[in-house]
């Protein structure tokens, strides 16, 4: 692991020439076609490259191997890459330290601690918020296992505060075990280790009991339970007592579940009683059971009432955040006495801005609301008179929400252009104090302009765009611009601070994102406006935006990238393959390409409840309209094009990358590269270790910078001062 890199006076004196000056490489055989046909509803689709599938087929490891290394040698031999490299090492591992999921029980403050050059976040125990050295380390995985490749996917204290349940996973599959762990000796407690708790697929929970004597989880199928196609569905819930073997583990919940269900637990303070909501795949549909002292468990809601979270307060009732005829969500209080929906009394209605999480305290609610991309956090009492809004920063998110006495608060709150920081907010003086919790800036972002615009999609839809530029910067469609987006999951993307977006701004870059329909930013219908048989609509937004972006001068299509992942590399794959002409550069990572086969592997039957099935002859339609792998035409000119994968991803499979980079090969007409990055050793990006991400970005900045013409500058660095020493 390289620790922070200074950029060197010899450095600064490498040769930087005009990418035209490089000779490119030449291009990899191309991929044997094998055609296969389906026919779907009487259509019938041709596949050449379904044998590509196979990870296991020596000739497609062959194919990966030669893509590997003409990436490679295209990559390695791209101008101003080393001073690439040393800024992106230096401002990724600036060693101020990054905090994350804080969780108090019983007086004990745990959280995550991301301090380069460690390869993983630890988990500490957080001795005071106003001074890190009296934090200690409660469990390293880099002690765990010295490879740096294990994680923590996630961790849960018991209510006592004494012993802490923690996930890990290695190599990024995701395919977390859990271990528990002796809070006040930081020693793993012996011979516990309940396996398979979480996975990339349906992820995972875990509830303590009220004594700390054992747990509910999220069990999924072991050894020959199951068939190895159902090895990564059919999650249950069991209990597991401490000192027991897991084979003896007792069954809870989940036999008349879906095959695709996952499920969420939390237990109330006092750990009396436990909810289970669990999720129809990733559709946004719940179901809600609570588990209470008589030891039996009742179902509160079903997907048609619409409820979506569910919190405990401390007053004897829950409070539960709904969408039913209200897309944007509204509160209602159920007495734990009386858990049945017919009891439950609306304490918040439907507001203007959408509701996404609710925290009850000892008197009042805190609401965590989105606002098109930005989030407030807004107060009320228990009967749901307005209390307010906590001071937080413009145009930020806000997250966290660890509950501090009676009616206090820890938060987390940060910006495009201020890295996140945990705040104490006092409810009796309305103030929001920083804490010692809080990341220095490796780039200085104070002469960055935050724009918040709006383009109009294809139907008229206004689609909310954040533009971030420097200062002073002209508006003569000749800025480097880099555009990214989303747009599903009924998940926003929120402002945060970047630091290598932070580089591209020094660098004389534009930076924009776009809020689209498919997300969280407007509520249930904004999402539904996104997903199923109206996912073009994401597609259009994103053109929209891009569009804007040339229109209003700040760029123009050839000096204009677009990144996205996952969702939003399948999102990549739309916006080039219906309109390459926008784009000079592309880069989609860990993306979903062949729409028509996807819900065939593990994770792509979790997302039939967002993207639709083939099954249906309307979503097939839809599906087959934009599915990136069909919608590739002979004969275009597409531009230049970076797909990554990670061969041990669960959510998408890495077969996605290697179609589609099979595919636009051997069709573009353009001399412009189609390269594939395929990683052995990573997954879907959760888990990727320090040192394995920085040498990701050096490869993706080095191939933008190259494909939009621009040339590294050191000397537009602009110096920071150095994190207080601790």
Same mark, same amino acid.
């Not at 101020?96 to 125990?125: C, N, W």
């Not at 918020?129 to 996917?153: A, H, M, Q």
């Given at each position: ?304 009432d619409k409820v979506v979270a569910a919190r405990f307060g401390g007053d004897g009732a829950a409070y539960l955040l709904s969408r039913k005829d ?263 990572? %860990?993306?979903? #390409?062949?729409?028509?086969?996807? /819900? $065939? ?5 979790? !997302?039939? +409840?967002?993207?639709? *099935? ?83 970005? %050096?490869?993706? #900045?080095?191939?933008?910078?190259? /494909? $939009? ?5 050191? !000397?537009? +660095?602009?110096?920071? *001062? ?5």
């Open positions: 692991m390289k620790s922070r890199i200074a950029v060197t006076t010899a450095a600064l004196m490498l040769p930087l020439v005009a990418a035209a000056a490089g000779k490119a490489p030449a291009k990899p055989a191309a991929a044997e076609k094998q055609p296969v046909e389906t026919t779907y509803h009487g259509t019938t689709v041709s596949d050449p490259y379904q044998w590509m599938e196979s990870a296991t087929d020596p000739k497609v490891q062959q194919w990966t191997d030669s893509q590997n290394t003409y990436t490679r040698a295209y990559l390695d031999k791209l101008p101003g890459r080393e001073p690439l490299r040393q800024r992106i090492t230096e401002i990724l591992s600036w060693k101020s330290p990054g905090y994350g999921g804080l969780d108090e029980q019983g007086g004990t403050l745990l959280g995550l601690k991301y301090q380069p050059p460690k390869q993983q976040p630890t988990l500490i125990v957080v001795g005071s918020l106003d001074d890190t050295s009296k934090e200690r380390v409660l469990v390293d995985p880099t002690v765990v296992d010295t490879s740096g490749k294990t994680t923590i996917d996630w961790f849960q204290l018991s209510h006592d505060g004494k012993k802490v349940a923690v996930s890990m996973s290695k190599s990024g599959t995701e395919s977390g075990d859990v271990t528990v762990w002796d809070v006040a000796t930081a020693k793993a407690v012996p011979n516990e280790l309940v396996p398979r708790v979480n996975s990339g697929t349906a992820g995972g929970s875990l509830a303590w009991n009220a004594q700390g004597t054992g747990f509910f989880y999220t069990r999924h199928p072991r050894g020959e339970e199951r068939p190895p196609a159902d090895r990564d569905v059919y999650q249950q819930v069991y209990f597991h007592t401490l000192g027991t073997p897991t084979e003896k583990d007792t069954y809870a919940l989940g036999k008349d579940f879906p095959r695709i269900a996952m499920t969420e637990l939390e237990s109330s303070d006092d750990g009396q009683y436990t909810f289970a909501r669990v999720a129809n795949g990733d559709g946004g549909e719940y179901d809600l059971y609570l588990h209470g002292p008589k030891g039996t468990w009742t179902q509160v809601a079903k997907y048609a209200a897309p944007k969500g509204k509160v209602l209080r159920l007495p734990l006495a009386t858990p049945t929906l017919d009891k439950a009394t609306v304490i918040v209605p439907e507001g203007e801005a959408t509701v996404q999480a609710v925290v009850p305290t000892k008197s009042r609610l805190y609401l965590l609301e989105q606002l098109g991309g930005p989030s407030q956090l807004r107060m009320v009492d228990l009967t749901g008179k307005a209390l307010g809004l906590v001071p937080t920063l413009p145009v930020s998110s806000v997250g966290g929400l660890v509950r501090q006495g009676a009616d206090d608060l820890l938060v987390v709150n940060g910006s495009f252009t201020q890295p996140a920081a945990w705040f104490r907010y006092s409810a009796e003086g309305n103030k929001l104090t920083k804490t010692a919790l809080a990341r220095t800036a490796p780039v200085d972002m104070s002469d960055v302009e935050v724009v918040r615009t709006e383009a109009t999609s294809k139907d008229g839809t206004k689609v909310p765009l954040t533009i971030l530029k420097k200062k002073g910067t002209k508006l003569n469609g000749n800025n480097p611009t880099l555009l990214t987006g989303y747009g599903g999951f009924n998940v926003s993307i929120s402002p945060g601070y970047n630091p290598v977006t932070g580089m591209w701004l020094e660098q004389g870059g534009v930076f924009a994102v776009a809020n689209l329909r498919g997300g969280s930013e407007f509520g249930e219908e904004w999402h539904k406006g996104g997903s199923l048989t109206k996912k073009q609509n994401v597609f259009d937004d994103f053109y929209a935006c891009a569009k804007l972006l040339v229109d209003q001068k700040y760029t123009q299509p050839k000096k204009l990238a677009i990144q996205g992942g996952s969702n939003g590399g399948l999102l990549m794959g739309a916006a080039l393959t219906q309109h390459p002409e926008q784009y000079g550069a592309v880069v989609a990572r %860990v993306g979903i #390409y062949d729409m028509l086969r996807t /819900e $065939l592997t593990p994770n792509g039957q979790f !997302n039939v +409840t967002e993207y639709g *099935s083939v099954k249906d002859p309307e979503q097939f339609k839809a599906l087959y309209n934009y599915s990136p792998v069909h919608q590739v035409k002979d004969g275009t000119k597409y531009p230049s094009v970076l797909f990554t994968s990670g061969a041990n991803d669960p959510r998408v499979d890495p077969y996605h990358s290697r179609k589609m980079v099979a595919r636009m090969q051997a069709a573009t007409a353009s001399p412009k590269p189609i390269l594939l990055r395929a990683d052995a050793e990573t997954g879907h990006g959760l888990g990727t270790p320090l040192a394995a991400r920085i040498e990701e970005e %050096v490869d993706v #900045y080095s191939f933008v910078f190259n /494909e $939009l013409g621009m040339t590294y500058k050191p !000397n537009a +660095t602009k110096k920071v *001062s150095a994190p207080a020493p601790k």
